[in-house]
């Protein structure tokens, strides 16, 4: 019964961030005039299909993506004969541009929507409320008392980046993000901004570096707040994304700290067992957490310039804007296709390292 809710959970919450991504794409091909060949969920072979009017919708065996196919796209779907005046080439080069940006900027609406309903529903309960950055209690002899802050002080920067959430300390100040040295911290003590240079040590029982301060305050956000928090929210997984994204370059994660749509699955499986304990509230809370998470990420990978993805086509759009000719069709087609084969492979690895790091090797 575990397995089945989690495979259900997953299929929702992918699906989601799935349907809105290809959703903004959907939108702006129509109202762009370009003809959508295919709107498909999922990926591999179809399972069950239906034509409306000159596209089809299919839902695909394997829930790891979905796809919106133009006519004349890289060349393919263009029909018999000349391509018809719908089809993408054929369409006004800003049109193409905003149907392929349309995509990750639908994720991130759709993030900003599920950031303001899980706002709003912490803000339901009597107790607590969004965590933000204050050091509550200074912890004697520890870092930050030695740097002269004090209990209240409120956190406006580390090392220059502004954060507005008690998680944003947390990023930064996680085994992977911070690695020693001295961090330039800028507070508001009453009323009034200060700067301290903040040494965090290493604690063995916790594993990671602290600063040195327990932290309890929480904001009530109302009315207008509540939309600032909501986009508080959405931008601190912009930065977790980015900061990831950046370790990984550098070769600072290991396999295990990868995951795929198996190890998706089985993160949503344990969030939602350690979760239920406390409630159907946290149970909600936890799993629109975990799709703002996705939709995020989602966004900003499919703006990555590579082959195959919405920023690889950009590429190709933004070259054509400033050339003020197309870059031959068959040419980026055949770089995007590399690109899709190139994650192809790199999905059978992403499952099978799922599958390691589930089994636990």
């Not at 740097?147 to 209240?152: H, I, K, N, R």
């Not at 990978?301 to 195959?308: R, S, T, V, Y």
Request: hydrophobic residues 45%.
């Amino acid at each position: 019964m575990g397995t089945l809710r989690t495979i259900i959970l997953f299929f929702i919450i992918f699906g989601v961030v799935v349907i809105s991504h290809e959703m903004g794409h959907f939108l702006l091909a129509k109202a762009g005039g370009i003809h959508v060949v295919e709107f498909a969920v999922g990926m591999g072979p179809t399972l069950l299909s239906f034509q409306k009017g000159d596209t089809k919708y299919s839902l695909k065996l394997f829930p790891i993506g979905g796809a919106c196919m133009f006519e004349g796209e890289d060349g393919l779907n263009a029909g018999e004969g000349e391509a018809s005046p719908g089809a993408f080439p054929n369409a006004n080069v800003w049109k193409r541009i905003s149907t392929v940006l349309a995509g990750p900027l639908f994720n991130f609406i759709l993030g900003f929507f599920i950031a303001l309903a899980l706002v709003s529903l912490i803000m339901s309960g009597e107790d607590g409320g969004i965590r933000i950055p204050v050091a509550t209690q200074v912890v004697e002899n520890g870092a930050a008392a030695e740097a002269g802050m004090q209990d209240g002080d409120h956190i406006l920067s580390l090392n220059g980046e502004k954060i507005y959430l008690y998680q944003e300390l947390v990023l930064f100040n996680a085994v992977y993000h911070y690695q020693g040295g001295e961090v330039k911290v800028v507070y508001e003590r009453d009323g009034q901004q200060a700067t301290a240079y903040v040494t965090p040590r290493y604690d063995e029982t916790y594993g990671r570096y602290m600063f040195g301060f327990v932290n309890q305050d929480f904001a009530r956000p109302k009315g207008l707040d509540t939309l600032k928090y909501a986009w508080y929210h959405v931008r601190f997984y912009m930065k977790y994304t980015y900061k990831s994204l950046k370790l990984l370059l550098s070769g600072r994660v290991s396999r295990k700290d990868v995951a795929g749509p198996v190890g998706i699955a089985n993160m949503v499986g344990e969030t939602y067992e350690a979760a239920r304990a406390y409630g159907w509230k946290d149970v909600v809370e936890s799993m629109l957490d975990i799709t703002l998470l996705l939709t995020v990420n989602l966004g900003i990978l499919n703006l990555l310039p590579i082959p195959a993805l919405d920023g690889g086509r950009l590429v190709f759009l933004v070259i054509e804007v400033v050339r003020g000719k197309p870059v031959p069709p068959d040419k980026e087609g055949l770089v995007h296709f590399v690109g899709l084969m190139f994650f192809m492979i790199l999905m059978v690895f992403v499952f099978f390292n799922d599958i390691a790091n589930v089994l636990g090797f």
